[in-house]
């Protein structure tokens, strides 16, 4: 047992790369990408420490070239599950029990592995599995999840340095302690780092975890769980089961031990697991923390004294990054009628340059969606507004599924600020535009606030100062991740914790402290020093 205190030192974000010509990082991010194009892997479920090969399987293929296999991923079941939970519960308590320090030391040697030995694995499994550009990998597949290790670790020194005020002849303290029972992880295919960090951060709080990463992205997952294998990761304390939703979710939400949900994914699916969990509240052990982070419907709003090219650089940036496949992603715009012909010509012109391709080529911008699923979901939007007397595509527009699933950077403009592309997540490279009167400012804000049922994130544009004060209190509930002069994409760890309200979820704010307590129990222990030895009290004499 420890006899000191222990401190874990304010991290930094971990500086990225940046993969340019000539740069010795470019090669060996190449070698990597050749190395892991090479060969096909076969991905197993992983209960206590075991592989276990379902032969139920699934193609793991490249979304930008989709007769390229990387590999196969065995499917878990209900049976699968239940070992699951009964490993769980068996490695809970020595794990509970382990000096918190040493479950931070897990996740400290984790980040060194990622952003060290294998930090071109990490980008190259990322782009071949997500179809991401070295840059988009390279800020999150390495740098964000390194980022949410090493952050994660410091929150809960600070959070067990928090104690409270004891008077005379009184010691007061607090203990942090892990749920009883299992939690359940549910990872989404679009960022590698939200797939190693909502099981890991439940971990570190001393709870064993069912991890259910998408099947869409099985393949930089499964790296993830190696990674926290090398570091020390004890058997059992996470379990890795890739599978279909229901297959594994069902049989989750039915056991009693269940006490803890962390989530990021579709609003639909969390409002399915939510109604669930308190369909069955009355057969749980305790009442399960239930944390999600889902759709977004996300903004840029251009007030009459923005800046037009910045607000065209934002717009092309936090819509067509990653395919617009990030929560986050600029999806709707409103733009004042004198800004327009201006906007519309620089936009539409830095647009055209966009090259969308194998992620591979390094002068590409724009990869493919992760699958045909998202695919066809995508394109419905936009046969949706070309068959529409209220929508005009200005960009892009066309896509093809015959090598990768491509789908082209797409503008349209909408005389309806209610258009089905204004109001609907679409999750795609597709970023509608509403042009309002500049003398209908008001206006065009309750629009903003009012038209989408989310409120993740979104961004305003103004240089009039008392304008940006204003646009920012009238959108106060609009977004949880709020932007001034800057996309709304790109939230970093300790400096943008990341969430938003209604629709979008409950806003607990990955990447912070507030997280982290939802998967601690307090409790508080009052110890007297001099106990009494007279029950009367002085008013009694």
């Given at each position: 047992?420890?006899?000191?205190?222990?401190?874990?030192?304010?991290?930094?974000?971990?500086?990225?790369?940046?993969?340019?010509?000539?740069?010795?990082?470019?090669?060996?991010?190449?070698?990597?990408?050749?190395?892991?194009?090479?060969?096909?892997?076969?991905?197993?479920?992983?209960?206590?420490?075991?592989?276990?090969?379902?032969?139920?399987?699934?193609?793991?293929?490249?979304?930008?070239?989709?007769?390229?296999?990387?590999?196969?991923?065995?499917?878990?079941?209900?049976?699968?599950?239940?070992?699951?939970?009964?490993?769980?519960?068996?490695?809970?308590?020595?794990?509970?029990?382990?000096?918190?320090?040493?479950?931070?030391?897990?996740?400290?040697?984790?980040?060194?592995?990622?952003?060290?030995?294998?930090?071109?694995?990490?980008?190259?499994?990322?782009?071949?599995?997500?179809?991401?550009?070295?840059?988009?990998?390279?800020?999150?597949?390495?740098?964000?999840?390194?980022?949410?290790?090493?952050?994660?670790?410091?929150?809960?020194?600070?959070?067990?340095?928090?104690?409270?005020?004891?008077?005379?002849?009184?010691?007061?303290?607090?203990?942090?302690?892990?749920?009883?029972?299992?939690?359940?992880?549910?990872?989404?295919?679009?960022?590698?780092?939200?797939?190693?960090?909502?099981?890991?951060?439940?971990?570190?709080?001393?709870?064993?975890?069912?991890?259910?990463?998408?099947?869409?992205?099985?393949?930089?997952?499964?790296?993830?769980?190696?990674?926290?294998?090398?570091?020390?990761?004890?058997?059992?304390?996470?379990?890795?089961?890739?599978?279909?939703?229901?297959?594994?979710?069902?049989?989750?939400?039915?056991?009693?031990?269940?006490?803890?949900?962390?989530?990021?994914?579709?609003?639909?699916?969390?409002?399915?697991?939510?109604?669930?969990?308190?369909?069955?509240?009355?057969?749980?052990?305790?009442?399960?923390?239930?944390?999600?982070?889902?759709?977004?419907?996300?903004?840029?709003?251009?007030?009459p004294t923005a800046d037009v090219r910045e607000v065209s650089v934002a717009a092309l940036r936090g819509a067509f990054e990653f395919q617009g496949q990030k929560c986050s992603a600029a999806s709707r715009m409103y733009v004042?009628?004198?800004?327009?012909?201006?906007l519309r010509e620089d936009l539409l012109a830095e647009v055209a340059q966009i090259k969308m391709g194998d992620v591979e080529e390094f002068d590409t911008f724009m990869g493919a969606v992760i699958d045909k699923k998202a695919?066809?979901?995508?394109?419905?939007?936009?046969?949706?507004?070309?068959?529409?007397?209220?929508?005009?595509?200005?960009?892009?527009?066309?896509?093809?599924?015959?090598?990768?699933?491509?789908?082209?950077?797409?503008?349209?403009?909408?005389?309806?600020?209610?258009?089905?592309t204004m109001e609907e997540e679409i999750f795609g490279p597709v970023l509608t535009i509403y042009v309002y009167e500049d003398d209908k400012l008001d206006e065009a804000l309750t629009l903003c606030d009012t038209t989408s049922?989310?409120?993740?994130?979104?961004?305003?544009?103004?240089?009039?100062?008392?304008?940006?004060?204003?646009?920012?209190?009238?959108?106060?509930?609009?977004?949880?991740?709020?932007?001034?002069?800057?996309?709304?994409?790109?939230?970093?760890?300790?400096?943008?914790?990341?969430?938003?309200?209604?629709?979008?979820?409950?806003?607990?704010?990955?990447?912070?402290?507030?997280?982290?307590?939802?998967?601690?129990?307090?409790?508080?222990?009052?110890?007297?020093?001099?106990?009494?030895?007279?029950?009367?009290?002085?008013?009694?004499?």
């Open positions: 047992m420890s006899t000191a205190y222990f401190e874990v030192p304010k991290p930094y974000n971990e500086p990225y790369l940046s993969y340019a010509p000539g740069t010795p990082e470019r090669d060996k991010l190449k070698q990597a990408l050749s190395e892991l194009r090479a060969k096909e892997v076969e991905i197993p479920v992983i209960i206590g420490g075991k592989r276990i090969f379902t032969g139920r399987t699934q193609d793991v293929v490249m979304p930008h070239n989709h007769k390229h296999k990387l590999g196969v991923v065995h499917k878990a079941g209900p049976e699968e599950v239940k070992l699951a939970i009964a490993s769980c519960l068996e490695a809970r308590e020595a794990w509970a029990n382990m000096p918190w320090e040493h479950r931070a030391s897990i996740l400290l040697k984790a980040a060194d592995i990622i952003t060290g030995p294998e930090r071109y694995r990490a980008n190259a499994a990322t782009m071949l599995g997500q179809s991401k550009t070295p840059h988009q990998s390279e800020i999150e597949a390495v740098g964000e999840l390194a980022d949410f290790f090493r952050f994660n670790a410091y929150y809960l020194t600070r959070i067990m340095g928090d104690q409270p005020s004891s008077p005379k002849e009184t010691w007061n303290r607090v203990e942090y302690r892990g749920l009883e029972g299992f939690m359940f992880a549910v990872t989404p295919f679009n960022f590698t780092a939200i797939a190693g960090n909502l099981p890991t951060s439940m971990a570190l709080c001393g709870n064993a975890v069912i991890w259910k990463p998408a099947t869409s992205s099985v393949y930089s997952s499964y790296f993830v769980m190696e990674v926290l294998e090398r570091a020390g990761m004890p058997p059992g304390v996470i379990n890795f089961l890739p599978g279909d939703g229901a297959d594994v979710g069902d049989a989750v939400f039915a056991d009693p031990n269940l006490c803890g949900l962390q989530f990021t994914g579709s609003t639909g699916t969390f409002q399915r697991m939510w109604h669930t969990i308190g369909s069955n509240i009355q057969n749980y052990k305790t009442y399960p923390r239930i944390v999600g982070e889902t759709g977004g419907k996300d903004f840029i709003f251009m007030h004042p009628a004198s800004k327009w012909d201006a695919f066809d979901s995508i394109t419905q939007y936009i046969d949706h507004a070309k068959g529409s007397d209220e929508a005009e595509i200005l960009a892009g527009g066309r896509y093809d599924d015959s090598v990768g699933f491509f789908v082209e950077p797409t503008v349209i403009l909408t005389s309806n600020p209610r258009f089905k049922p989310y409120a993740l994130t979104g961004a305003i544009f103004a240089k009039d100062r008392y304008a940006v004060t204003m646009m920012a209190d009238r959108l106060r509930h609009a977004a949880g991740n709020f932007y001034i002069n800057d996309k709304p994409t790109g939230a970093i760890v300790d400096q943008q914790p990341f969430g938003g309200g209604r629709a979008s979820g409950t806003n607990d704010k990955a990447g912070s402290m507030q997280n982290l307590l939802r998967w601690l129990s307090a409790r508080s222990i009052k110890e007297n020093l001099n106990p009494p030895t007279d029950w009367r009290y002085p008013y009694m004499g």
